[in-house]
């Protein structure tokens, strides 16, 4: 590392040493201007090519593009858990919803609900377990609310009875 630190620094003294004869050497006028332009130029070359090299393909921009890799990989770890968190309180708040419901047609359950993905990918509640007692009216009207209000199906809709 430090050959290469040695090597950008000869290459930009070497420029501006070069761009300092040039410059001495030229004749007033335009022709002055011009060599100063192009010295500009070259000195900026000089400067900034072996730092356009290390971060293309050297040992420093390998090392940046694994840190970036590394990055980019907790940043989907911290992503998926996040999603993970909110699809759990998603899940607890639809069950309270339906304990709530039913509650309102004298029926006392607990609920587990599980969300999964319908096909565009958005979450939705994909599967409920219901325990409780209830009469068969009451079980109706809960697979009602269930496919109607949460869109899950009968098939996906399970229940245990909890003799009182």
Known sequence: MMEAVRQWLLSVTAAALVLALVEALAP?????????LAGGLALVLAAAGPVAGLLDGGAAGQAVQSW????????????????LFYLTIIEEETAAYIVDK???????CEAEVTYGYDEDGVP????????GAWTQEQRERLE?????????????????????
Not at 69 to 80: F, I, S
Not at 124 to 131: K, N
């Open 28 to 36: 007033e006028g335009g022709a002055k201007r011009v060599c100063r």
């Open 144 to 164: 009602r609310l269930l496919e109607e209000e949460l869109g899950v199906p009968a098939q996906r809709q399970h229940y245990e009875e909890i003799l009182p």
């Open 68 to 83: 970036r890799e590394e990055a980019g990989r907790y940043e989907r770890e911290l992503e998926e858990g996040r999603d």
């Open 124 to 131: 939705c509640p994909w599967e409920v377990t219901a325990r």
């Open 102 to 108: 039913t509650k309102e047609f004298g029926l006392d």
